[in-house]
């Protein structure tokens, strides 16, 4: 009995030294959770994972070596106005003013998409801007010589206010590095499901078309030896570029993002749908930026003909387009009046019947012009010769439509054509004009993009005064033919010129061939070499306007953010 109490009361005893042991565990693990609570709240949980500190505004992004500051441009002479001429006017490639090209055999190869290292490939006229009540028209009022054939502009020296370092909204989206001063977009998997969250859930008053340019450092989608419709011309790698900076550039609007392009979505948005690029040689460095971008998951089927060409992707039945319009108005060269044969004759009221009458088969057309109203021509107006480009013999007669005049003009034909047209319910996107940035003369005179590596700074902008001019005479069209519309369809400005002021880094420049021997440098004299600052280097600022399409498109067929 003694024993069985001593037992119970040893028993007794040690229960509470065990509670005790216990409650002291209890509380040396709160406070234990409580200090890495703090902790952890101070170093966020991405940063163990994936070595990224998302507390801080992406500062440590990695730039490339050569990442200073944009260099001073060429300043502006003592007039404050620059002659600025853009080069030849490309023909689309072999595709001639009549739309025709040989049928082209695409061989296929095992898709990659990966981006792989950029190689080498192996394989005017006088300018007219007659006074005008508008003050803009009067502002570049001036006659420029140029070789017959080629387009013009006038650039005037005006700083624009829209800068590169206006601040982001939100700051998680892009960061500053601390060292360059200049905003940059994190890795895509830090940031794309923010991206693609934000866009279309409480942003209905975004703006695509203004914000800045930054710096991402994930590079293109595609690289040039990746790509096998890519133009020669365009193939700023494989023709000896040796920068690449400009084609990490991402543009990024105020109050929203821009996604990147996603080229399996893309095509699940076009599901047996077809999309047309019309228009003249930039629209097709866009669809050839299109192409690229898109042949990284999927190689289509070539069914193009002399008409068109035509790209298909099976997976999703989607026809990617392209046909060749210089005007997109009705051409002639016929004679007619006082107008001899073989001079080019614009019929400004009416369409271009070529592609007109393939329309309905359209779902999205995407159209390009403007460059080619430089061109040598005679513009008819209610069947009657109103005026000309490069050419008027009878100065008895007034010449009462001018190239800019008569670029409005064929914008409103053209639209009012698509908006009425009774079988066409489809999207139509105006790619606004696009800018060129011959800087101190022109092509032929000491015009120059050379050396330009980096987005310009807003002070260092030279504003074009033809581009300015042609783009009102756009947006008024555009706006004119909105007011006519009576079909299903819909019509969309996509306005890239301001943006695209600031990408004189994004032309090829002297790099437009393979030729080994070709000149790059300024000679002795100071002047520059032959250059291309039309058109743009694939990759590049380019695929910027698919990505706008892309989401142009999106909002359209899943809602969202409504059109800019």
């Given at each position: 009995?003694?024993?069985?109490?001593?037992?119970?009361?040893?028993?007794?005893?040690?229960?509470?030294?065990?509670?005790?042991?216990?409650?002291?565990?209890?509380?040396?693990?709160?406070?234990?959770?409580?200090?890495?609570?703090?902790?952890?709240?101070?170093?966020?949980?991405?940063?163990?994972?994936?070595?990224?500190?998302?507390?801080?505004?992406?500062?440590?992004?990695?730039?490339?070596?050569?990442?200073?500051?944009?260099?001073?441009?060429?300043?502006?002479?003592?007039?404050?106005?620059?002659?600025?001429?853009?080069?030849?006017?490309?023909?689309?490639?072999?595709?001639?003013?009549?739309?025709?090209?040989?049928?082209?055999?695409?061989?296929?190869?095992?898709?990659?998409?990966?981006?792989?290292?950029?190689?080498?490939?192996?394989?005017?006229?006088?300018?007219?801007?007659?006074?005008?009540?508008?003050?803009?028209?009067?502002?570049?009022?001036?006659?420029?010589?140029?070789?017959?054939?080629?387009?013009?502009?006038?650039?005037?020296?005006?700083?624009?206010?829209?800068?590169?370092?206006?601040?982001?909204?939100?700051?998680?989206?892009?960061?500053?590095?601390?060292?360059?001063?200049?905003?940059?977009?994190?890795?895509?998997?830090?940031?794309?499901?923010?991206?693609?969250?934000?866009?279309?859930?409480?942003?209905?008053?975004?703006?695509?078309?203004?914000?800045?340019?930054?710096?991402?450092?994930?590079?293109?989608?595609?690289?040039?030896?990746?790509?096998?419709?890519?133009?020669?011309?365009?193939?700023?790698?494989?023709?000896?570029?040796?920068?690449?900076?400009?084609?990490?550039?991402?543009?990024?609007?105020?109050?929203?993002?821009?996604?990147?392009?996603?080229?399996?979505?893309?095509?699940?948005?076009?599901?047996?749908?077809?999309?047309?690029?019309?228009?003249?040689?930039?629209?097709?460095?866009?669809?050839?930026?299109?192409?690229?971008?898109?042949?990284?998951?999927?190689?289509?089927?070539?069914?193009?003909?002399?008409?068109?060409?035509?790209?298909?992707?099976?997976?999703?039945?989607?026809?990617?387009?392209?046909?060749?319009?210089?005007?997109?108005?009705?051409?002639?060269?016929?004679?007619?009046?006082?107008?001899?044969?073989?001079?080019?004759?614009?019929?400004?009221?009416?369409?271009?019947?070529?592609?007109?009458?393939?329309?309905?088969?359209?779902?999205?057309?995407?159209?390009?012009?403007?460059?080619?109203?430089?061109?040598?021509?005679?513009?008819?107006?209610?069947?009657?010769?109103?005026?000309?480009?490069?050419?008027?013999?009878?100065?008895?007669?007034?010449?009462?439509?001018?190239?800019?005049?008569?670029?409005?003009?064929?914008?409103?034909?053209?639209?009012?054509?698509?908006?009425?047209?009774?079988?066409?319910?489809?999207?139509?996107?105006?790619?606004?004009?696009?800018?060129?940035?011959?800087?101190?003369g022109a092509w032929n005179t000491g015009g120059s993009c050379t050396g330009k590596v980096k987005p310009a700074l807003a002070s260092e902008?030279?504003?074009?005064?033809?581009?300015?001019?042609?783009?009102?005479?756009?947006?008024?069209?555009?706006?004119?033919?909105?007011?006519?519309?009576?079909?299903?369809?819909?019509?969309?400005?996509?306005?890239?010129?301001?943006?695209?002021?600031?990408?004189?880094?994004?032309?090829?420049?002297?790099?437009?061939?393979?030729?080994?021997?070709?000149?790059?440098?300024?000679?002795?004299?100071?002047?520059?070499?032959?250059?291309?600052?039309?058109?743009?280097?694939?990759?590049?600022?380019?695929?910027?306007?698919?990505?706008?399409?892309?989401?142009?498109?999106?909002?359209?067929?899943?809602?969202?953010?409504?059109?800019?």
């Amino acid at each position: 009995m003694k024993q069985s109490f001593n037992e119970g009361h040893s028993s007794m005893s040690a229960y509470p030294k065990s509670l005790v042991s216990i409650i002291a565990s209890l509380v040396g693990l709160a406070v234990f959770l409580v200090l890495g609570s703090l902790f952890m709240v101070s170093q966020p949980i991405g940063s163990y994972f994936y070595g990224v500190d998302r507390s801080e505004s992406f500062g440590s992004v990695s730039m490339p070596a050569d990442a200073d500051l944009v260099k001073d441009l060429i300043k502006l002479n003592s007039t404050g106005v620059h002659e600025n001429l853009v080069p030849p006017v490309d023909d689309g490639g072999s595709i001639s003013e009549a739309g025709s090209k040989p049928d082209v055999d695409v061989v296929e190869k095992p898709n990659s998409a990966s981006k792989g290292t950029n190689e080498k490939l192996v394989s005017q006229p006088e300018v007219t801007v007659t006074a005008s009540d508008n003050p803009a028209v009067s502002k570049t009022e001036e006659m420029v010589n140029q070789p017959p054939g080629e387009p013009g502009s006038l650039h005037e020296g005006k700083v624009n206010n829209f800068s590169l370092s206006t601040n982001v909204t939100n700051s998680v989206e892009t960061g500053k590095d601390p060292t360059l001063g200049m905003e940059v977009l994190p890795s895509v998997s830090s940031v794309e499901g923010n991206i693609s969250n934000k866009v279309g859930s409480g942003y209905t008053d975004c703006d695509l078309y203004h914000g800045q340019w930054v710096y991402d450092q994930n590079g293109p989608l595609y690289s040039n030896n990746s790509c096998p419709v890519l133009t020669q011309m365009q193939n700023c790698q494989g023709n000896g570029r040796p920068d690449k900076e400009y084609e990490n550039w991402r543009w990024k609007p105020e109050r929203c993002n821009l996604p990147r392009f996603d080229p399996k979505k893309f095509l699940e948005l076009m599901r047996g749908k077809t999309l047309a690029f019309i228009g003249d040689s930039v629209a097709r460095n866009q669809m050839e930026s299109m192409l690229c971008i898109l042949w990284q998951v999927e190689v289509p089927k070539n069914r193009g003909n002399k008409k068109m060409q035509k790209y298909h992707f099976q997976s999703t039945n989607t026809m990617i387009v392209r046909m060749w319009s210089s005007w997109l108005v009705h051409r002639t060269s016929e004679p007619f009046d006082f107008a001899p044969g073989g001079l080019d004759k614009l019929h400004l009221d009416a369409p271009d019947e070529f592609f007109m009458e393939f329309v309905p088969q359209f779902d999205v057309i995407v159209l390009s012009s403007g460059h080619w109203f430089a061109k040598r021509s005679a513009y008819i107006l209610n069947n009657e010769i109103l005026g000309g480009q490069l050419w008027w013999p009878d100065q008895s007669r007034p010449n009462k439509i001018n190239n800019v005049e008569a670029f409005g003009i064929s914008v409103e034909t053209i639209l009012t054509s698509l908006g009425t047209h009774p079988n066409y319910t489809g999207l139509t996107i105006v790619r606004s004009f696009s800018p060129d940035h011959y800087e101190g003369g022109a092509w032929n005179t000491g015009g120059s993009c050379t050396g330009k590596v980096k987005p310009a700074l807003a002070s260092e902008i030279v504003e074009n005064g033809f581009t300015n001019i042609m783009h009102e005479k756009q947006v008024n069209g555009f706006n004119r033919a909105l007011e006519k519309k009576t079909n299903k369809s819909k019509l969309r400005l996509m306005d890239i010129t301001e943006a695209f002021s600031y990408r004189h880094d994004g032309h090829p420049g002297p790099y437009r061939s393979l030729d080994p021997n070709k000149i790059t440098k300024r000679g002795k004299d100071g002047r520059p070499p032959p250059q291309d600052c039309l058109h743009w280097c694939m990759p590049g600022p380019v695929d910027t306007w698919n990505e706008l399409v892309m989401e142009i498109i999106r909002r359209e067929y899943e809602g969202g953010a409504g059109p800019s």
